[in-house]
Structure formats: C-alpha cells, structure tokens
C-alpha cells in the first residue's frame, strides 16, 4: 500500500518561497497513470488543491496560485516538491500531498481509494 510523508520547515517568513517535500513508498511516482498532488488547507477553511505532477513528470497547476506554484520530482529517491513562492500569511495551511487512482486526480475530495499524507503545517509569519 502506497504511503505518503510530508516535510518541511514549519514556519516561513512573508515574501520567502516555501519548500515542502513529500516522500513515497510502496509505489513509485513513475508508475503509469498516476498523478500526484499538493492540496492544503487554511485555517477555518476547506481543502484547496494547489497543484500535481504527473508520472510522466508534466505538471498541472491551480490558476490561483499558477504564477508561484512549482512542483518537480526527484525519481532516485521517490519524492516530489512543492515550491510556493512569495508567501504572505493567507498561505498559512496544513499542507497534504496525496494520490488517487489510474488516471484520477485528487483534489479537495477524500474519497475512497486515495491516498494522503498526514499533512504538515506551515505558518506564515515574521
């Protein structure tokens, strides 16, 4: 069964780029038809999806935060980045990366058969 782990620092300062790694296991990132995904949540907030990466590398991202959003991959060690640039304090969230199924994108929904991480709070503050 695949796992998911996030990491990163925890605490950002405003106009910093924030960088958060999420480590998989009982799968590889590289296998046909998946897509791996960022998606985080603000306090008092629902789930907002930030952006994947696709087992062919190509990468998707949310329009809202297009313009400072990257998300790349390391396949030697099974991970894959999140790099959210320019961060005030509105991008304070738990952060989650998370997989579903062939050719299913995982968004703001936990249904059955995905897979997240446990998430990672990142405080943005001075």
């Known amino acids: 069964q695949v796992q998911l782990q996030e990491s990163g620092p925890g605490l950002v300062k405003p106009s910093q780029t924030l960088s958060l790694t999420c480590t998989v296991s009982g799968g590889s990132i590289t296998t046909d038809y998946y897509y791996w995904s960022w998606i985080r949540q603000p306090p008092g907030k629902g789930l907002e999806w930030i952006g994947y990466?696709?087992?062919?590398?190509?990468?998707n991202y949310s329009p809202s935060l297009k313009s400072r959003t990257s998300i790349s991959r390391d396949t030697s060690k099974n991970q894959f980045t999140l790099q959210l640039s320019s961060v005030t304090p509105e991008d304070t969230a738990v952060y989650y990366c998370a997989r579903g199924g062939p050719h299913q994108v995982v968004r703001t929904t936990r249904a059955p058969g995905t897979y997240w991480g446990q998430g990672t709070q990142v405080t943005v503050s001075s």
């Open positions: 990466i696709a087992y062919t590398g190509s990468t």
